[in-house]
């Protein structure tokens, strides 16, 4: 597709770094983050995986998994962060700065306006049940991201890492424990079995 | 502790320190919002935060934006800003900071080996989030149908999310869900 890749024939297979296209510039990243948060009903996470790997290609899904993986772990709102370290990965503090804007900027506009809207209407009926159907909408977009995300471990038989995920899931999901608590135990477990298969997989 | 101090600075300092402990992200934070905002303070009731976190949902941006309603509706369009720059400008200045270690000692392996161990547990976050919110919002078969019709359009087709939200929000007009 993108025109200044011509020399292999046959289709490239996806090295992370090559086969990028040009890093945005700042103004780009303020529109894209803008874009994907105005687009994001539900939460931005779908629109941003499906803005930067699926449309611009500025990553590729392991880049992004790893990425969001480490905006998840720091506190605080994930896409947040994302939007912070993806545009100083490109641009520096400015673009940090850029997509950070872009990202909270115009929706927060908007959801001061959803805010004077409700004080005068919240009572009407109608408007309870349209929320009803969307936010069933938005719980399955939430399951198909968490699908998505998942296809890398399942591909390369991750059997640790989805043993991780499993534990984690039930530990919050079910049996609702302390976030802190769950990961000060997952953690340091997580990384050391990283650790041990990687050092395997050197030496064998 | 004063309750007629300055509302702005409450929701500042609140939100500030909320942005540093939030760890697992908006979504992770939704309890504590609600004890602050509803137990600890009684800025609102049990039933308004509910509406709030509808609407935050309902709204296009991140779920972080819940706090912009709560800011609101302690302080008006003042409170909305401070509240939501106090949610996001320390933690965002945290992970620049964060990004930019990984992203420079890029010749040892451990921040490679950190981020490949996080990722099985952001996606069990995910998907415990995604188990929470159902249970919120799946309340009748018809709507667990519709959550799982459009998991599996998101995942195996190229469709707009945004259209299946708004065929979600179609039948919940028509009254089906």
Same mark, same amino acid.
């Given at each position: 597709?993108?025109?200044?890749?011509?020399?292999? &024939?046959?289709? &490239?297979?996806?090295?992370?770094?090559?086969?990028?296209?040009?890093?945005?510039?700042?103004?780009?990243?303020?529109?894209?983050?803008?874009?994907?948060?105005?687009?994001?009903?539900?939460?931005?996470?779908?629109?941003?995986?499906?803005?930067?790997?699926?449309?611009?290609?500025? @990553?590729?899904?392991?880049?992004? *998994?790893?990425?969001?993986?480490?905006?998840?772990?720091?506190?605080?709102?994930?896409?947040? *962060?994302?939007?912070?370290?993806?545009?100083?990965?490109?641009?520096?503090?400015?673009?940090?700065?850029?997509?950070?804007?872009?990202?909270?900027?115009?929706?927060?506009?908007?959801? @001061?306006?959803?805010?004077?809207?409700?004080?005068?209407?919240?009572?009407?009926?109608?408007?309870?049940r349209i929320?009803a159907g969307?936010?069933?909408?938005?719980?399955?977009?939430?399951?198909?991201?968490?699908?998505? @995300?998942? @296809?890398?471990?399942?591909?390369?038989?991750?059997?640790?890492?989805?043993?991780?995920?499993?534990?984690?899931?039930?530990?919050?999901?079910?049996?609702?424990?302390?976030?802190?608590?769950?990961?000060?135990?997952?953690?340091?477990?997580?990384?050391?079995?990283?650790?041990?298969?990687?050092?395997?997989?050197?030496?064998? | 502790?004063?309750?007629?101090?300055?509302?702005?600075?409450?929701?500042?300092?609140?939100?500030?320190?909320?942005?540093?402990?939030?760890?697992?992200?908006?979504?992770?934070?939704?309890?504590?919002?609600?004890?602050?905002?509803?137990?600890?303070?009684?800025?609102?009731?049990?039933?308004?935060?509910?509406?709030? %976190?509808?609407?935050?949902?309902?709204?296009?941006?991140?779920?972080?934006?819940?706090?912009?309603?709560?800011? %609101?509706?302690?302080?008006?369009?003042?409170?909305?800003?401070?509240?939501?720059?106090?949610?996001?400008?320390?933690?965002?200045?945290?992970?620049? %900071?964060?990004?930019?270690?990984?992203?420079?000692?890029?010749?040892?392996?451990?921040?490679?080996?950190?981020?490949?161990?996080?990722?099985?547990?952001?996606?069990?976050?995910?998907?415990?989030?995604?188990?929470?919110?159902?249970?919120?919002?799946?309340?009748?078969?018809?709507?667990?149908?519709?959550?799982?019709?459009?998991?599996?359009?998101?995942?195996?087709?190229?469709?707009?999310?945004?259209?299946?939200?708004?065929?979600?929000?179609?039948l919940g007009f028509?009254?089906?869900i």
């Amino acid at each position: 597709m993108s025109p200044e890749s011509p020399p292999a &024939a046959t289709p &490239a297979p996806d090295f992370p770094l090559s086969t990028k296209t040009t890093p945005p510039g700042v103004f780009a990243l303020f529109v894209a983050f803008a874009k994907m948060s105005l687009a994001g009903f539900g939460g931005v996470l779908a629109f941003a995986r499906r803005g930067i790997v699926e449309e611009h290609k500025w @990553m590729t899904a392991e880049e992004f *998994n790893e990425t969001f993986a480490l905006c998840h772990f720091l506190p605080g709102p994930n896409i947040v *962060n994302l939007s912070v370290v993806f545009g100083s990965r490109f641009g520096g503090i400015p673009g940090a700065i850029a997509a950070f804007a872009g990202l909270v900027g115009p929706p927060t506009a908007l959801v @001061m306006v959803l805010a004077v809207l409700y004080a005068h209407f919240g009572q009407l009926d109608v408007l309870r049940r349209i929320l009803a159907g969307i936010s069933c909408g938005a719980v399955g977009l939430l399951i198909a991201v968490v699908v998505k @995300m998942l @296809m890398p471990l399942v591909k390369r038989r991750d059997v640790a890492g989805m043993l991780v995920m499993v534990a984690v899931f039930i530990a919050i999901g079910l049996l609702r424990l302390p976030l802190q608590a769950v990961l000060l135990v997952a953690i340091p477990v997580s990384i050391g079995v990283t650790f041990i298969i990687m050092r395997q997989g050197a030496s064998a | 502790m004063n309750q007629d101090s300055n509302p702005i600075w409450t929701l500042v300092s609140t939100f500030g320190l909320m942005s540093l402990f939030a760890v697992g992200g908006a979504n992770a934070a939704i309890p504590e919002m609600h004890r602050v905002a509803v137990e600890v303070n009684h800025w609102m009731t049990d039933r308004q935060f509910a509406d709030i %976190y509808a609407i935050s949902q309902l709204s296009p941006g991140p779920n972080v934006l819940i706090v912009t309603l709560i800011g %609101y509706a302690v302080a008006g369009f003042g409170g909305a800003l401070a509240a939501t720059l106090a949610m996001c400008v320390p933690t965002a200045a945290l992970a620049y %900071y964060v990004s930019g270690l990984l992203g420079r000692s890029s010749r040892s392996r451990w921040p490679s080996i950190i981020q490949t161990a996080l990722v099985p547990l952001s996606i069990g976050l995910m998907a415990a989030s995604a188990l929470i919110v159902a249970q919120a919002a799946d309340r009748n078969w018809a709507a667990v149908i519709l959550t799982l019709t459009v998991a599996t359009l998101a995942y195996a087709t190229r469709l707009n999310p945004l259209y299946l939200l708004l065929a979600g929000g179609i039948l919940g007009f028509a009254g089906i869900i």
